[in-house]
């Protein structure tokens, strides 16, 4: 069974960092783009990060280049992403996802996560 567990959110003030975890279990990592979205009350989800767990290649939306970084520990099967200088623009859930092609990913993923909320306050 595919499992995305995501953890590490919570709520801070602007300017503050978190840094958010992406367990995965129930396929093999190595093949698969792992991407984190995220929902705001009222609005569509929306692509934050990507990473490709084979070569390591990242793409970031322009709303979160240069504050956010994703990154990917093969060994424990775990995608981070870690969220500095934080806007209340920010707040939303998070959702970790999961497939076989980054640009798939993108557009459509064939696994998500449960979410994880992340408050920023101003």
């Known amino acids: 069974e595919v499992q995305l567990v995501e953890s590490g959110g919570g709520s801070v003030q602007a300017g503050g960092s978190l840094r958010l975890s992406c367990a995965a279990s129930g396929f093999t990592f190595d093949d698969y783009a792992i991407g984190w979205f995220r929902q705001a009350p009222g609005k569509e989800r929306e692509g934050v990060s990507c990473?490709?767990?084979?070569?390591?290649?990242?793409y970031y939306a322009d709303s979160v280049k240069g504050r956010f970084t994703i990154s990917s520990d093969n060994a424990k099967n775990t995608v981070y992403l870690q969220m500095n200088s934080l806007k209340p623009e920010d707040t939303a859930v998070y959702y970790c996802?999961?497939?076989?092609?980054?640009?798939?990913?993108?557009?459509?993923?064939?696994?998500w996560g449960q979410g994880t909320q992340v408050t920023v306050s101003s």
């Open positions: 996802a999961a497939d076989l092609g980054l640009l798939r990913l993108w557009v459509s993923p064939d696994y």
């Open positions: 990473i490709s767990s084979s070569d390591g290649s990242t």
